[in-house]
């Protein structure tokens, strides 16, 4: 088996093309070293602007490794980065060791920019979540967005830090909604909407996933065993013309249960429903062990089943940063067009 720097400098050899590419359309956020694939398990190196940011799951990383990659990147690339390393493999990733290395710097942990097909989105190595404000294996479907979202409206649901949503009101959506239960990842979309002073104000809308879909797809609204229904804000039947469908894999609310493997179609009927008729439906699963083949002959009983049949569909896998030596990335995206 490879070194850790032999797998690290082959990994970033086999991306020169697509460096090359992403830095001409002004993207400087992408995936360095995609580690259970490339040789070091548990592992990821990840570029987020004038960030290196690297993250181990399964055990520590130790010093002289870690600094031998950010030395190998910096090499790479052929410029200085601030190291950010977050160790998710214990308890509280987020305690610092006591050296200094595993610290990072105040001016590494400042707020930056990171930039994505030539917009700008806020980049903090550390916040109160664990996960980066934005997923890099998503790229190539907020480029897809941004390409086909002339004129339409747009809801963006479980819009974490609204990417998709910022995507699209570049891309001259005249409506972008973005729906999140969490406020702190609708405030970072705000700072993104800010961060790009050209682009038209997108809307947030703060709400459990299930009353706010079910509300758009005029449906009416359940609680989970009987229990009493929570708060949530009041939202009128309407449909959209291009709909983004991407939840996590696993929660569960007073409303439902968000369950990738189960029961994705309690997410994805309510979904198609809010789809116009001559619309789009983006649909994700980001489980590894749901199988594409699987998920899309699901998708598609299920469309056919709610009388909307899907007329063309496109299956657009992630970018080469992200390899899979058996085909199967974790990532899965479906574009369904009725």
């Known amino acids: 088996m490879p070194s850790l720097a032999q797998a690290l400098r082959a990994a970033i050899d086999q991306r020169q093309d697509l460096l090359e590419q992403l830095h001409n359309q002004q993207t400087d956020c992408y995936r360095l070293f995609h580690g259970s694939q490339e040789g070091a398990p548990g592992l990821t190196v990840d570029r987020y602007g004038p960030q290196l940011l690297v993250q181990s799951f399964h055990q520590p990383l130790e010093r002289e490794a870690l600094l031998a990659v950010h030395a190998t990147v910096e090499e790479h690339l052929g410029l200085p980065l601030h190291l950010v390393y977050n160790d998710r493999s214990q308890g509280n990733s987020r305690i610092d060791r006591s050296d200094p290395v595993y610290q990072a710097t105040a001016e590494a942990l400042a707020e930056q920019i990171g930039r994505e097909w030539g917009l700008n989105y806020r980049i903090r190595g550390r916040h109160a979540g664990q996960d980066p404000l934005l997923f890099l294996d998503l790229r190539n479907a907020r480029g897809w967005v941004k390409a086909h979202s002339q004129g339409k409206s747009v809801l963006n649901l479980f819009a974490y830090t609204c990417g998709v949503g910022l995507c699209a009101a570049a891309?001259?959506?005249?409506?972008?909604?973005?729906?999140d239960f969490a406020?702190?990842?609708?405030?970072?979309?705000?700072e993104n909407n800010?961060?790009?002073p050209g682009l038209p104000a997108m809307q947030f809308i703060q709400s459990d996933y299930f009353p706010a879909i079910r509300q758009f797809a005029d449906l009416p609204i359940s609680s989970r065993r009987g229990q009493k229904l929570p708060?949530?804000?009041?939202?009128?039947?309407?449909?959209?013309d291009l709909v983004l469908l991407d939840p996590p894999a696993w929660a569960k609310s007073a409303f439902g249960t968000v369950d990738l493997q189960r029961d994705y179609q309690s997410l994805l009927k309510p979904a198609i429903l809010t789809t116009a008729a001559d619309g789009t439906?983006?649909?994700?699963?980001?489980?590894?062990?749901?199988?594409?083949t699987e998920w899309r002959d699901q998708v598609l009983r299920c469309a056919e089943k709610l009388?909307?049949?899907?007329?063309?569909?496109?299956?657009?896998?992630p970018a080469v940063d992200f390899p899979s030596q058996d085909g199967q990335p974790p990532l899965k995206t479906l574009i369904l067009h009725f």
């Open 281 to 292: 439906l983006i649909c994700c699963n980001n489980l590894a062990k749901v199988a594409f």
């Open 183 to 190: 406020e702190g990842n609708l405030a970072v979309g705000r």
């Open 307 to 317: 009388g909307r049949p899907v007329r063309e569909y496109e299956h657009l896998p």
């Open 171 to 179: 891309g001259g959506a005249r409506e972008v909604v973005n729906l």
């Open 194 to 196: 800010a961060l790009n």
């Open 231 to 240: 708060h949530y804000p009041k939202l009128a039947a309407r449909q959209f």
